[in-house]
């Protein structure tokens, strides 16, 4: 079976629920700690075994692409003394991920369309999605644990988690059944169901791993939630025709398009991190003897 070497990350959401702090700047550019939101997405992608990069992206996103460029000046203000040799490093390194290409989605269609947009990238070949919202932290990459999936399935593969009943009428609901641990058939699945309509309280959340075939049934899948074409519905397709799995991923997943998401992301990030990590913990201890 062809290996999974290909990621999408769709990034050209306006992230209208935390302006106004993206009204000039990419949701996706805003910091957890010391690195922006989608570094730790693109570093997830190539601890899982990726190579090449898709970042869709529209106008107003180039600072997107710049964090992903060489930068001479500030690699020559920080070159020749040493205690800023690991900082050097550190921002050329992130030059050299992966191979990671842009494409700019010329008008804000929905998912469904700017997966699409990456048809010629993809050429053939299986591929994962990564949600540029959604950042998870874990030991061991959820897209890599897509992947296994994939590659021992030969089917489609979507990253989910269970919700709350009252969450999951804002997200997606999946029809499962076991296979075993950790995994599960996916057979149906219904875009922000009506409360009598719940298949389940597992919804895709971040990630997911596509049989080229996908870009077929887009082509032919209609505008439906909010009149954009939604990749939910082609995946629904997918899943009634052919069945997909359903991973319940391991890792702590932060939504990246909402404020209390952003500061959980922060604070937990802050508290494991090894230069601030126990200077922020007491800070935090003195604080919450004040609440």
Excluded: W
Aim: charged share 25%.
């Amino acid at each position: 079976m062809q290996k999974v070497r290909k990621a999408v990350i769709p990034a050209a959401g306006l992230g209208t629920r935390v302006l106004p702090a993206t009204k000039s700047m990419p949701k996706e550019m805003l910091p957890i700690v010391d690195k922006p939101a989608i570094q730790y997405i693109v570093e997830e992608a190539v601890r899982s075994g990726i190579t090449d990069i898709l970042i869709i992206t529209n106008r107003g996103k180039g600072l997107i692409e710049d964090h992903f460029d060489r930068v001479p000046e500030l690699e020559a203000r920080l070159s020749g003394s040493p205690e800023k040799e690991a900082m050097l490093k550190e921002v050329i390194d992130i030059s050299h991920m992966a191979n990671i290409y842009f494409v700019r989605q010329k008008e804000t269609r929905g998912l469904g369309h700017a997966v699409n947009c990456a048809r010629s990238f993809i050429n053939g070949e299986p591929f994962a999605v990564l949600y540029g919202d959604d950042v998870i932290i874990g030991e061991d990459p959820a897209c890599g644990q897509l992947i296994r999936a994939y590659e021992e399935f030969g089917k489609g593969v979507l990253g989910v988690k269970e919700v709350s009943a009252e969450a999951i009428t804002k997200y997606s609901s999946l029809k499962v059944d076991p296979i075993r641990d950790n995994l599960y058939t996916c057979t149906d699945m219904i875009e922000k169901p009506t409360p009598d309509k719940i298949l389940s309280l597992f919804s895709i959340l971040g990630r997911c791993v596509l049989p080229p075939e996908i870009f077929d049934i887009l082509d032919q899948t209609p505008p439906g939630a909010g009149g954009e074409i939604q990749l939910t519905d082609a995946m629904c397709t997918l899943a009634r025709q052919q069945g997909m799995v359903a991973v319940d991923f391991t890792g702590n997943r932060y939504d990246m398009g909402n404020k209390l998401g952003i500061m959980q992301a922060s604070v937990e990030v802050a508290l494991n991190h090894p230069q601030i990590g126990a200077d922020f913990r007491a800070y935090l201890k003195e604080i919450a003897k004040t609440l």
